[in-house]
Nanobody, 127 residues
Framework: QVQLVESGGGLVQAGGSLRVSCAVS????????MGWFRQAPGKEREFVAA????????GYADSVKGRFTVSRGNGNNMVYLQMNRLKPEDTAVYYC????????????????????WGQGTQVTVSS
């Protein structure tokens, strides 16, 4: 069974930086495309960023483009989301998600495309 565990969330001031991590266990991590999603209070969960299994292709929501960077370490079964220039509107629970990739450069921004999900980590940005 695939397990995803997020970590690294916390409280940060606006303009600051934070890196959240996701540890993946249970299957061959390098076969998985990975995504990051977030859910703010009272809002639906939304796409943040995604990365192909090769790491060669990434995608971002417009709201985070230029501020967030997704990366992965296939040698240590980790995926990361580096968040810079954080804003109060970035406050949310951040989830990582995984599914078997359809090709080395495939990823998806659609929640329903992902099969495995973590429990989430809270990120709070104060103004």
């Amino acid at each position: 069974q695939v397990q995803l565990v997020e970590s690294g969330g916390g409280l940060v001031q606006a303009g600051g930086s934070l890196r959240v991590s996701c540890a993946v266990s249970g299957r061959t991590f390098s076969n998985y495309a990975m995504g990051w999603f977030r859910q703010a209070p009272g809002k639906e969960r939304e796409f943040v960023a995604a990365i192909s299994w090769s790491g060669g292709r990434t995608g971002y929501a417009d709201s985070v483009k230029g501020r967030f960077t997704v990366s992965r370490g296939n040698g240590n079964n980790m995926v990361y989301l580096q968040m810079n220039r954080l804003k109060p509107e970035d406050t949310a629970v951040y989830y990582c998600a995984a599914r078997t990739a359809v090709g080395s450069v495939w990823y998806s921004s659609i929640q329903d495309d992902y099969v495995h999900w973590g429990q989430g980590t809270q990120v709070t940005v104060s103004s």
